[in-house]
Every structure is written in C-alpha cells, then in structure tokens.
C-alpha cells in the first residue's frame, strides 16, 4: 500500500526499481515523487520509491490497465485483421474499442479467455519502448493500425511516445505496466457491446469488450458473486419496490422523490445538519443561477463548461450552479473579517445542477440534479491541520453511523490544473502532513485532484464488499486568490486566508442509492422512512391500533396502521416485503391487555409488550444514533 507506513526505499535518478530493492511477489509497479513507475524503467529523479501492489488503487489501475493489453493481444491473435482503438482502466475493470469485420458477440468471450490464459501462461515480459514520431508512424502503418495512427498524429511535438511490447504484441500507450503478463492470473469478460470511435457516431463503430481482472481466481470468484448479488440490491429495483422514488422520462436525470424515500431524504439531511451546527458550521443559503462572469472569475468556465446547465435571456448568459464554492466566496468577501473570525465554516443544502451525458445516467447514482451535505471552510493557515482533523472526525463518525469501513486517497494535481505550482505543492504538502499527524493510512492516486487544488477522497466499504467515493476534503489556495479574499491578521496587514471544500455523504441522492445497495432496503430503525407499521387483526381494533399510532408519532416515531380489510397474515407479509423495521399486531386480548403484540424484522414474532410501556423501548431505539 503505498503510504507513509510502507517501507520506502531511497533511490537515485536513472536507477532501475528492480536493481536496488528485491521485488515483492505482489509488486505490479513503484510510486515515486507522486509518479507511478514501470518496475523496470529507468526512475526520472531521486526520491523514496513505494512498491504499489493490486490494494493501492494507482495499483488497481496499472493491473487492469495491463489486463486491456492482454485482452487485445488475445483478440489479435483470434483475428489478426483487427484494428486497435483505446483499452482503459475502470474502477472495477477494464474495457478496449476494437474494430472488427464483423461485431462479437457475448458467445465469443469464452474463446477470447482461453486465448488470454495463453498468453498469461506464457509469462511474457511487458517492455517498453520510446520512439520518434518517424518511428512510431512507421512501426504502426506497418502493423495497419488506422487508430493508433491517427492517435500518434494528435500527440504534441517534443513529447514521448511510447509502446509497450508484450511478445508478439505492441500497443502505444504511456504506460505504465506489469512487469510480466503471468501477474494478470484471474480475467473474466464480462460484457460486449459497441460504441463509436471517440463517442462520435460519424466516426467507425467499434466493438466493445468488457472485463475485470484479479491477482487470483479466488478474488476473482468473490467479485462475481458481489456482482450477482448486487443485482438483487438494485437501487432501482428496490427504490420502485420500497415506493422510494422514481425516475421519468419527462425529467432526465432528476429524481421524483415519493413520500418514503423524501422522509429517508430528510433523515439523512437532518442528521447532516445536527451534526454540523454542534461542530459550528452555520448554514446559508445562496443563489442557483449566476452570470457566466462568476464562472469566468472562479476558472469552471475553462475546466467545467461541459457540465454547466446554461441559461441565455435577455442576450445575457448565465449558469445553474455545479457546486456552491464561488457563492460563498462572495459571501466571505462582502464583509471585513479578522484573524479572530476563522475559522469560518458555512453549510449549505441547496440544488446542484450538472450536465451529465445522457449515456452515463445511472439511477441515483449519476444524476443532473442534486444535492450535497456540502460546506466550504475559511481558514487561517495555521489552523489547516486542526480544521482537517474536525472533518476526518466528521468523516469517521457519520460512516460508523452506516456500520461502513472507508480508506483515504490523496488525490494529487491534475494535468489541467489551475493556478502557481508553488501552491500546489504547498497544499500537498500540507494534506500528506495532515494525513501523517492523524497516522491514517493512505493511498494516492495520482492526478485525480480538483482543477484548484488536491483533495482527500474517503472510499466507503459497503456490506458487498464494493468500494465508493463519497466524501471529500479538497485543500484550496487558488479561489482566494482568484476572490482576492482577504482577513486581516494579527499584525494589522490583508492576509489571504485558505478554503477547504468538504462534503462527508457527498450527493445525498448517491448516497442513499448507496444505502438502499448497502442495507438491501432493510434500513437501520433510525434511518427507516416507516419505523412502525400497526396492524389490527379486525376492524374491531382500528381504534386501538389507531390510538397506539398516533402515541408513536407524537413521540417523532415514523408509524402508520395498515386500514386494509385483510387477513393479519396478509398484511404481516406486505409489511415484510416493505423491510419495516417492527410491526405491532392488535388483536381482541392485546386490547383488552393493553399491550402490543410485537415483530421485529431480522428476529419474527417476539411476543406481547405492554403499551404505553413499549413506547419507551421504540423511542430510545429511534434516538440510539445520538447515544
């Protein structure tokens, strides 16, 4: 795992990671000075080396990134007049465009597979090699690859190509690899489908495959039972089954929220938002649609366009907000503020718009409209470590709250970056010395940061095992500059002061497609939109069931009777197919006895309980989150 508790090793520019260190069984490339590294390749600058392995997410992606190779040079050997587009890493897997005469189907994977085990058992040594454009035009026309033809000629003067060769086969790609293809043991093609070349329908149709990969069958086997049982927990499944919510063709990607899933929605929020005014955060509210100059001021204009809803009126055009950064900034800057008012924290739960192609909407968990436990902080620079810590705090304790492991990711500079070096690598600095003083154990993934500055991204674990992305700490020198924010210090004199970008939960629409996945609907009493459903055997005992309702929700538990004239057994199986966390039958004697006959969802039938005595027990257990 590359972190700052795994062993380091010193190492000299031009040395090769192979001839200074043994090289771990499970080593797939190294991590130097923020650069992932072929194992061979002689290391661009002096610095500690890190062996990365399949755990490290820089780690995963050179795995599976190596594994589209496999797929391709299996594919070439199957049918050798096929023609080579792009195979990326994902986060679960991998996939290569690939023109072929005729279209693959699914039937043909198998056949691809054993090609690939080939190739494996042949342990190839993956190599290298750096060429000129001269020689990287003349190796691929004479190979016939039309693609990677066009692809070296949009390549910049002055910069490297290169190719890596894996025996027989050679693709061009910056790398980096596996140092051998018997690493890649257990692949699996999963899907195959066909996409133009570079998304335009003008361009070729491709061929599509799809694929994941693991060190050993045995991750490989698990996966795929995840993947299996990740269907039946659906979101979207489940989100029609549970009357959660629902989505329209009228409205794509936005959510109509019913009347559960709002409640489960507001549930979330209000946990948010207790949770942040005992950490001093005061909330705001701030406009949706701002003038494109806003956007312009703040560098989304340059680096997020493509995902700004625009609006043109009175021959003036302006943009729906992506995110609620710029509008704070506004607020901070529309007052004079000393050393003593940071740090400063603001919240804000109000409606994000961004443009996401249609093609990528994926229920609630790709959408163009939501909303996020977002908040930015101002903060002295002296305070960025303790600031930090107040949002990992956050972090841990709302994950605990969802029984949810996570792991933390540095995300580093990105290649379209905004803003002076120097300051980037202070705000790196700072995060890996924040991360350091709280001894957290890390990953990073190499330029994945935001445009204006390097972020801490929390991975949660959820019950299948899968990992998401939900919350963020971003470290922010660039918008104060570009605000031109100012506090004035201790000394007397104008001090720029420094953001940080935060949300713990993320979009609140992913996060709960997330939960109904991770729960399988079967939300925690807390969490549950409906904590109590009372079920009278007769309509005899309507009233009573209707009086022990309306005793629950004046104590804030979320109940309802079921009014139904069904048999109890009926209604029993309804409540259960809802995941209702308790059911309370009402029959002649629980009347009689003033009591309630209970049913707990994961234990059955638990037997009668005295009412009002068992109000008691429901409250405590609706207030065990606080506890």
């Known amino acids: 795992m590359a972190d700052h508790m795994a062993h380091h090793i010193r190492v000299e520019a031009g040395q090769r990671a192979e001839d200074v260190a043994s090289i771990p069984a499970e080593a797939v490339a190294v991590w130097i000075n923020g650069k992932v590294w072929d194992i061979s390749r002689p290391l661009p600058e002096s610095g500690e080396l890190m062996w990365l392995t399949f755990e490290d997410s820089a780690g995963r992606h050179v795995f599976r990134h190596s594994s589209a190779h496999l797929l391709a040079q299996a594919v070439k050997r199957l049918w050798p007049d096929a023609k080579l587009g792009t195979g990326p890493a994902l986060e679960d897997g991998f996939y290569y465009d690939i023109w072929l005469p005729e279209p693959l189907t699914e039937g043909d994977l198998p056949r691809i597979e054993a090609a690939i085990q080939e190739i494996v058992a042949e342990d190839f040594p993956v190599e290298r090699m750096e060429l000129s454009r001269d020689e990287a035009l003349k190796l691929f026309e004479e190979r016939g690859e039309t693609f990677k033809l066009e692809i070296i000629r949009r390549i910049p003067d002055g910069a490297v190509i290169s190719a890596y060769r894996q025996g027989e086969f050679i693709d061009l790609c910056s790398g980096p690899h596996v140092p051998h293809t018997g690493v890649l043991k257990a692949v699996k093609l999963t899907q195959v489908s066909g996409a133009y070349w ?117 021959d003036e055009l302006q943009g729906v907000k992506p ?253 259960q197919l809802q995941k209702v966390p308790e059911m309370l039958v009402v029959g002649a004697r629980d009347e009689e006895n003033q009591t309630v006959s209970v049913r707990i969802r994961e234990l059955g039938d638990v037997g009668a309980k005295p009412w009002p005595a068992y109000l008691d027990e429901l409250r405590l257990k609706a207030g065990q989150i606080w506890d």
Request: glycine residues 6%; charged residues 30%; neutral net charge.
């Open 198 to 314: 570079r998304g335009d329908e003008k361009n070729p149709m491709m061929t599509r495959i799809y694929g994941t990969s693991f060190p050993d069958a045995e991750q490989l086997e698990r996966h795929l039972q995840q993947i299996e049982e990740a269907k039946q927990r659906d979101h979207r499944k489940l989100g029609a089954q549970l009357d959660l919510f629902t989505f329209r063709e009228e409205a794509p990607g936005f959510v109509f929220w019913h009347p559960k899933g709002h409640q489960l929605y507001r549930t979330l929020e209000d946990f948010s938002r207790r949770l942040q005014q005992e950490r001093g955060y005061q909330e705001v509210a701030t406009p949706w649609i701002y003038r494109v100059g806003l956007w312009e001021r703040s560098g989304h204009w340059d680096h997020y366009r493509d995902n700004l809803f625009l609006i043109e009126r009175d």
């Open 323 to 575: 995110m609620n950064c710029p509008g704070h900034a506004l607020l901070f800057k529309g007052t004079t503020r000393s050393y003593r008012d940071l740090p400063w924290r603001l919240a804000e739960y109000s409606p994000l718009s961004r443009f996401e192609r249609s093609g990528t909407l994926h229920g609630l968990m790709r959408v163009r409209g939501f909303h996020q436990d977002d908040a930015h902080l101002f903060v002295r620079p002296d305070q960025i470590q303790s600031e930090m810590f107040g949002v990992l705090d956050l972090v841990d304790l709302v994950y605990r709250a969802f029984n949810m492991p996570y792991e933390v990711v540095l995300s580093t500079r990105p290649d379209d970056y905004m803003g002076d070096l120097a300051l980037w690598e202070r705000a790196e600095a700072e995060l890996e010395s924040v991360l350091k003083a709280r001894g957290l154990r890390y990953q990073i993934n190499p330029k994945d940061g935001a445009f204006y500055g390097p972020k801490l991204d929390v991975y949660a674990v959820d019950s299948l095992g899968r990992r998401w992305q939900c919350a963020t700490a971003q470290l922010d020198f660039q918008l104060p500059e570009k605000f031109e924010l100012e506090y004035v210090d201790q000394d007397g004199q104008p001090k720029r002061p420094v953001m940080i970008h935060r949300a713990i939960m993320g979009s609140l629409e992913r996060f709960i497609g997330i939960l109904v996945e991770h729960y399988a609907g079967a939300f925690p009493f807390w969490l549950a939109p409906l904590q109590v459903m009372v079920l009278p055997i007769t309509d005899r005992q309507l009233p009573y069931a209707e009086a022990v309702q309306k005793a629950l929700v004046a104590a804030g538990i979320r109940a309802e009777v079921d009014r139904r004239n069904q048999k109890i057994g009926y209604k029993i199986r309804e409540a």
